[in-house]
């Protein structure tokens, strides 16, 4: 039974990563501008942020949060914002053409892999996905596992999640090896795009919010 759901763990970690959401875009593109290993570590920090919210779901610490109006309102706030701040950021890279490489190798790998951590962490979408697909593809059995059964779920959900992502990376550095800067701009500038629109898709609370207080 445990092989099972392990196995299905593995799944839906290929599941979260395979979606074609803000994380797997940037992967793409870090891939793309930067090379195979930026966007490894990109995709390693969202994987590691995929595993911790399967881990709350099975403790049932996410179907506490999602119901706590405020931590939602929060949630989407502070995801809204720094997927806005990727965006302008991507844009004006792509816009002044700089010297992408340089900037990334000062930051480091830590930095990458914090930052994709945060934006997984932050993005409310993540922990809907992760309280309804698990509760559709699990048994009700695994919501009672043991502790340490639960944390060899939660890292298989991760690796599933690293698997996609590294295939993605992998590739997208293929691809940008054979790409003109020009062309990088353009990755860059799409997907900065992107995130602004589904930035402000999160903050469309806080928008409708200030309509009406400056309406009154």
Aim: glycine share 8%; proline share 2%; charged share 10%.
């Amino acid at each position: 039974m445990e092989f099972t759901i392990f196995l299905r763990c593995f799944l839906i970690g290929v599941l979260a990563s395979a979606s074609l959401g803000p994380i797997f875009i940037l992967t793409f593109n870090r891939g793309a501008v930067y090379g195979f290993w930026y966007g490894f570590a990109t995709g390693l920090g969202a994987c590691i942020a995929d595993g911790f919210y399967f881990l709350l779901g099975l403790m049932g610490v996410l179907a506490i949060l999602k119901e706590n109006i405020n931590f939602m309102f929060l949630l989407d706030t502070l995801g809204g914002f720094l997927l806005i701040y990727l965006g302008i950021y991507s844009l004006r890279k792509a816009l002044k053409n700089e010297n992408h490489i340089s900037y990334e190798q000062k930051l480091g790998a830590w930095i990458t892999i914090i930052k994709s951590f945060l934006l997984t962490a932050l993005n409310p979408m993540a922990l809907f996905f992760f309280m309804l697909i698990s509760a559709q593809i699990l048994p009700k059995s695994a919501f009672s596992l043991p502790l340490n059964q639960i944390f060899i779920a939660s890292a298989l959900v991760s690796l599933g999640s690293l698997t996609v992502l590294t295939t993605v990376s992998f590739f997208a550095s293929l691809i940008g090896g054979s790409l003109s800067k020009r062309k990088l701009s353009i990755i860059s500038f799409i997907s900065g795009l992107i995130f602004i629109c589904v930035g402000l898709y999160l903050l469309d609370h806080l928008i409708v919010n200030l309509i009406k207080i400056y309406a009154c």
